[in-house]
Structures are given as C-alpha cells and as structure tokens.
C-alpha cells in the first residue's frame, strides 16, 4: 500500500480481502479426530476427543480475526487510514455446514463480526433468513479459542498445518478452474 501511495495512487479506492476456508477446517480436523478415535480405549480420552469435533473452524476463525483486529489497529495502518485507506475485511469463504450433525447455519451464526463477509451457498442463506440471528458472535477476545486450538496441539493435531494443506489445495483447484475458464474464453474467441 505504501508503493501505491508513493506512486500518487488513491488509496481510498482499493478494497480487499482476505479469504479463510472454514468448513473444510472442521471437516479435515474431525476426520484427524475421527481417526484418533477409532484407536483410543480410555473412555475419558475418547469422550474428549469427541467433544472437540466441530470446534477447530471457529477457533481459528477467531484467531484469525484477532489477528485481523491487531493489524489493523497498529500504527502502521493508521497511517494509512489518514489517507484514506480502508480496512481489508475478513471473507468467511466454505460456509455451507457439510455435518448434518452441526447447525445448519453454524459457520454463519458462529462467525458474524465487524468488518468480515461471509460467502453463503443459497442453501445456507436460506437456513438463517428461517431461523438464523444476527447479533456480533466474534471479538478481539479469543482466549477460548486459543485454548481450543492447544488442546488439539496436545492430540497431535496442528491446525496451522491443516490450513497451509487447505491453503496448497485450494490455489490448485482455483487455479484449475482460472485455466480452464481461460481455455474456454480462447475456444470461444477462435470460433467467433
């Protein structure tokens, strides 16, 4: 942002944001648990692993919008914010609840804060307009959250390493499709 403000830009013209898979966070991390599961004989260890499944997405998010909270309350950004800049806001991407045995508006419900989008399947925008409530579920406190991601940690299950995995898939397949619609633009421009 700084090159563009030394290159005359007009900072109050960009937008952005920053995209995080949620769902897939939770789906990839009950399968770890799952799995964890299936060898565990403790009764107690067991029940604790099972109390974990569904809680990895939104203790992430939350992190991260701790995160985001943090970046742009520093100085650095103020700066910028004198110019004109804008806050680049949190994108909720993956939002459509894949386990019939969470909330069906989970991932919308869990997730509403200042400053975020959330990309919603029709299905799920249609599950909150029936039942859903709008009120501020996440802040800059996520102490729980952290907490959360520890005990993972503690079952050998890294969240951060779940994300950089989901992070190398999702380029490949969004590059995949940005190929393929190029494909079909150039078939489509030697035809005409």
Known sequence: MNKFLDNQGDVSTVSSVASVFVSRVDTAADKMLDDLMDKETN???????????????????????????????????????????????????STGTKNPAYSDVKYVA?????????????????????????????????????KTVDRFKGFGIDIDSICAKLLVDGAAAFTKSFESLLSTIERTAEET
Do not use: C, M
């Not at 009764?43 to 701790?66: C, D």
């Not at 970046?71 to 650095?76: G, Q, T, Y």
């Not at 914010?81 to 806001?89: L, M, N, Y």
């Open 110 to 146: 869990e997730l509403i804060a200042r400053n975020t989008v959330n990309t919603l399947p029709d299905q799920t925008l249609e599950a909150f307009l029936d039942h859903g409530v709008v009120k501020e579920a996440l802040t800059a406190s996520a102490e729980e959250s952290q």
């Open 43 to 93: 009764g107690v260890a067991k029940s604790e692993l099972e109390s974990l499944k569904g809680t990895s997405a939104v203790a992430n998010s939350a992190l991260i919008y701790r995160k985001h909270i943090e970046i742009f309350s520093e100085k650095a950004f103020a700066l910028l914010k004198e110019k004109g800049a804008r806050v680049q806001r949190v994108l909720w991407g």
